[in-house]
């Protein structure tokens, strides 16, 4: 039964995702916009700790994991969309510079590869808190300054570092912490 918690976890964001966006449909979001992204982001975090703990990390838990985080976010950016176009629109240029980043790190696993990353990196880590720090700010307080700012930051290292990394690896691989560990050792990298 402890087994089915990882899954559980992120089949839990893929279905909060929708709610999400379903809740900031008119333009407005309430309390439980909050409670559900923060949901989100917490089976984000404990999905992989758990999976790790009880040592069923595998290829297909980590990209389900990695293709759930892309349609939840991408669910809160439409959210963010929808309640505060005005902050984005602000933001926009460094907004599409990490699409644009993520965008490369895709296509080339998928050249390379034949599967999209699932690296789970500790600037990914970085970015996922700055990212929740962003997204409180934003619908919370409305707020898109420096927490954004910090957050796309983020984003943008995680990219070149990811790009980096697909670029040096010999073969697809999940859950390599960083860049270090690929140049320490590509052929052994976990």
Known sequence: M??????ALVILRVCLGPLLLWNAWDGHTDVWFM???LTGFWSDVLDGVIARRLQISTAQLRQADSAADVGFYGCVFASAWLTHAEQIVAFRLPLLA???????????NWWKF????????????AWGIALCIA????FAFG?????????????LLN???????????PEWR???????????SPDTAP
Do not use: C
């Open 2 to 7: 402890l087994n089915q918690i990882p899954i």
């Open 35 to 37: 409670v559900g992204f």
């Open 98 to 108: 990490v699409v644009a980043a993520q965008l490369v790190l895709y296509g080339l």
């Open 114 to 125: 034949g599967k999209g990353p699932s690296y789970h990196t500790y600037t990914a880590k």
């Open 135 to 138: 997204v409180v700010d934003l």
């Open 143 to 155: 707020h898109a300054g420096v927490a954004l700012g910090v957050a796309i930051a983020a984003a």
């Open 159 to 169: 990219s070149i570092e990811e790009i980096v990394m697909t670029l040096l690896l």
């Open 174 to 184: 999940y859950d390599v912490p960083s860049l270090w560990h690929v140049v320490r």
